[in-house]
């Protein structure tokens, strides 16, 4: 038997009064919602979801608060709960107050009873966050930003498909920088990842938005060129890329000159594969480097 005290306590809790107080304790928001997506309810941790106190949201349709392009899908949603499915693991994105997106994951069901739809949403805009770095880790070198080895050959091997589709040339370019050796190993790995990354942006800025540069390795780099219909413009790409390379980098009062060397192949003159081209270009790239040792 229990104990007769603790049975009186326990009946004389108001379970009722303590409610609200539990509610206002959960770190999830807890939002009521009516038939007609008007805020009834909200919980305090809405002040730290979307940064607006209680009373700005009380009274005011849900909706206003729904990023732009998830609008659709949220008021679809919506309606599935309204017609008595439950929603769990829905995901979306809100405006807080500042104008800053949050993205929300929420699990939500429809009250018959008191005509309400009430909602759980909890913030999950660090995890989508890492979830975003890590896909474009997946694909890009950490160091530069650029597309990596992997994602590279994704593109070229598409851009074939679409040159021999729509009968038209593409080229690829190797490059690779002359004497990086001796700055990495006279000035230490430091002064090594600054030139690259100081080469990178260098080829971003000075190549077109249509030209995929990636960083095969430690001082190598492809660039993919598909918008070739001159063979000319080829050429001027590689004069265009020595000449910005010629600009001295400065690193803690030193001046480094880096010049590259290049093999370029040709679709379809050089082949009609990947592999085919990336092979004609490295060994295109590693004579061209003979010139100048």
Not at 232 to 242: F, Q
């Amino acid at each position: 038997m229990s104990d007769p005290d603790e049975s009186s306590t326990a009946s004389s809790v108001d379970i009722h009064a303590i409610c609200p107080k539990l509610i206002n304790l959960i770190m999830d928001t807890v939002f009521v919602v009516d038939g007609s997506g008007v805020i009834l309810f909200v919980n305090d941790a809405c002040e730290t979801l979307l940064g607006y106190a209680k009373d700005e949201l009380i009274g005011t349709p849900i909706r206003q608060y729904v990023y732009p392009g998830d609008l659709d899908s949220t008021m679809q949603a919506a309606q599935r709960v309204i017609s008595g499915q439950p929603h769990i693991h829905f995901e979306n994105r809100y405006l807080r107050k500042d104008g800053s997106i949050v993205n929300i994951l929420w699990s939500a069901r429809w009250d018959d009873e008191q005509q309400v739809r009430i909602g759980v949403a909890r913030d999950i805009t660090a995890l989508k966050q890492a979830e975003e770095e890590l896909r474009f880790l997946a694909h890009h070198d950490p160091l530069t930003g650029l597309t990596n080895r992997h994602l590279f050959n994704d593109r070229l091997e598409t851009a074939l498909r679409a040159a021999e589709r729509e009968h038209r040339p593409l080229a690829l370019l190797y490059l690779d920088l002359n004497d990086f050796k001796r700055i990495n190993d006279g000035w230490g790995h430091e002064a090594g990842d600054y030139v690259i990354k100081d080469i990178a942006r260098r080829l971003e800025s000075g190549l077109r938005k249509s030209d995929t540069i990636g960083r095969i390795g430690g001082d190598e780099f492809t660039i993919l060129l598909t918008d070739v219909s001159e063979p000319s413009s080829v050429d001027a790409s590689m004069v265009k890329i020595r000449r910005i390379l010629e600009v001295p980098i400065e690193y803690k009062g030193e001046h480094f000159r880096v010049g590259c060397s290049i093999g370029v192949a040709r679709y379809p003159e050089d082949g009609d594969t990947a592999r085919q081209l990336l092979n004609t270009a490295d060994s295109r790239m590693y004579a061209d480097k003979r010139k100048v040792e």
